[in-house]
Nanobody, 128 residues
């Protein structure tokens, strides 16, 4: 069983938009915390955004605030990351992630360290 499946990456020019989606297994989605991370070769993986899907409480890294938006679709066990005003520095492999167990609700979901279950990753490339 695959816990997390991402889609929606691609190439876009600076200023453009992309939407990533992540579909979780029922077991993962009912932990109510999901997030996105990204990684550039040679650098550590960094947190982008997290969401408490039970109440739509979101948290964003400073670098993407005001440009990226997370939203859940509970009927589909899916989370969407709408990325607007993309910049070349947003270029990375984006990973959907979730905790390995139930960790709590609300702001508990915003602890980046709890995310240990990963999707396969999807490439986002932004050209200048």
């Amino acid at each position: 069983q695959v816990d997390l499946v991402e889609s929606g990456g691609g190439s876009v020019q600076a200023g453009g938009s992309l939407t990533l989606s992540c579909t979780a297994s029922e077991a993962v989605y009912t932990r109510y915390c999901m997030g996105w991370f990204r990684q550039v070769p040679g650098k550590e993986r960094e947190g982008v955004a997290t969401i408490y899907t039970g109440g739509n409480l979101t948290n964003y890294a400073d670098s993407v605030k005001g440009r990226f938006t997370l939203s859940p679709d509970r009927a589909k066990n899916t989370m969407y990351l709408q990325m607007n005003s993309l910049k070349p520095e947003d270029t990375a492999i984006y990973y959907c992630a979730a905790p390995s167990r139930f960790i709590g609700i609300g702001i508990a979901c915003h602890d980046w360290r709890q995310y240990t279950v990963w999707g396969q990753g999807t490439q986002v490339t932004v050209s200048s």
